[in-house]
């Protein structure tokens, strides 16, 4: 019996996110960062907790959607210079879909070109921005993934494998907000095929599987497919943590007792002998002591 033939439900062998560790250890950072900084990381806060909660409500459909699946979140591939995040990788018996997720605040609209212009409420108005294209930053993952497939499968079968790339694997931007309201009415049919909202992406998954001409995919080929691909993820930089850790590291710590310099110091004895943390410069007149996070 296969893995799917008990339960249709999908399978999410990965279900952790890079994101949450890494908004976890700002919020770690904040606690301790000046106010002027406070500000800035309160805004980059905002926009990781605003893509979680966006990836939380793709996760919610998939979850649901009572399809025999696999489902890969949250996937970094590298290769040679490139690289790409992807929020969500589905893998069907017929297609495998490559999700990009955004979390957008106000309405999109999609015109002939392709542009996506957002429009946001500004006092008694509302002011509307281009804003840089899901679809181009899905079509690059698609390469990506495209190239390391390629290299796995040698000259040979990647010949026949480039071929049937196209029917097999589908990009999709999933808008996450369901708030916000998509016009699309002058997009191109292939744009409008590519974007939808969350409450419309298990209709998405099964009309693709229908659509599709390639053969149907085993249990064990599923399986294989999802094993190479947490195989390929790799890990994610903190770019966010990293700059904040060097913002910090570059203001000048003020002791709150005394008003002097605070500063590294090695503690040579007891518990934490070894370990560094902060010591005010005027000891041994003032003790005060913070560890170093």
């Given at each position: ?12 062998w990965?279900?952790?996110s890079h994101?949450e ?9 904040r606690?301790?960062a ?6 800035q990381?309160?805004?980059d806060i905002k926009?990781?907790a605003?893509g ?7 996760a919610y ?7 025999p ?5 949250d ?9 790409a995040?992807?929020?969500y990788?589905?893998?069907t018996?017929?297609?495998s879909?490559v999700?990009?997720?955004?979390n ?5 609209e999609i015109?002939s070109?392709?542009d ?6 500004q006092g008694?108005?509302?002011?509307k ?8 930053q899905?079509?690059?993952h ?6 390391l497939?390629?290299e796995?499968?040698g ?7 480039d071929?049937w ?6 990009p999709?931007?999933?808008l ?9 009415r ?8 590519q ?8 209709e998405?998954i099964r009309e693709?599987n229908?659509a599709?001409?390639?053969?149907s995919s ?19 930089p903190m ?6 850790e ?9 002791c ?7 500063v590294k110091r ?14 005010c410069e005027?000891?041994?007149h ?8």
């Amino acid at each position: 019996m296969g893995l799917f033939e008990k339960k249709g439900d999908p399978i999410f062998w990965k279900e952790d996110s890079h994101a949450e560790a890494e908004l976890q250890r700002l919020n770690e950072l904040r606690e301790h960062a000046p106010e002027e900084i406070a500000r800035q990381m309160d805004q980059d806060i905002k926009l990781i907790a605003a893509g979680l909660s966006g990836e939380k409500n793709v996760a919610y459909e998939l979850k649901n959607s009572h399809i025999p699946m696999y489902v890969l979140h949250d996937l970094y591939l590298v290769k040679d210079e490139l690289s790409a995040q992807i929020d969500y990788l589905v893998l069907t018996k017929k297609c495998s879909i490559v999700i990009e997720c955004k979390n957008l605040f106000g309405n999109i609209e999609i015109n002939s070109r392709g542009d996506f212009i957002r429009t946001l409420p500004q006092g008694r108005g509302y002011k509307k921005e281009c804003i840089y294209s899901p679809i181009t930053q899905n079509q690059r993952h698609m390469e990506l993934i495209r190239d390391l497939c390629l290299e796995a499968k040698g000259a040979v079968m990647g010949y026949f494998f480039d071929r049937w790339f196209p029917d097999f694997y589908k990009p999709i931007v999933v808008l996450a907000n369901p708030k916000t309201v998509l016009n699309d009415r002058y997009a191109k049919k292939e744009v409008k095929a590519q974007v939808i909202r969350a409450d419309h992406l298990i209709e998405t998954i099964r009309e693709l599987n229908r659509a599709s001409k390639s053969a149907s995919s085993s249990d064990k080929q599923m399986k294989e497919t999802a094993e190479k691909f947490l195989e390929w993820n790799q890990p994610q930089p903190m770019s966010f943590v990293e700059k904040y850790e060097k913002l910090l590291a570059q203001q000048e710590k003020v002791c709150p007792l005394c008003g002097g310099k605070m500063v590294k110091r090695v503690a040579k004895k007891g518990a934490y002998a070894g370990e560094e943390f902060w010591g005010c410069e005027n000891f041994p007149h003032c003790r005060h002591m913070e560890k170093i996070i």
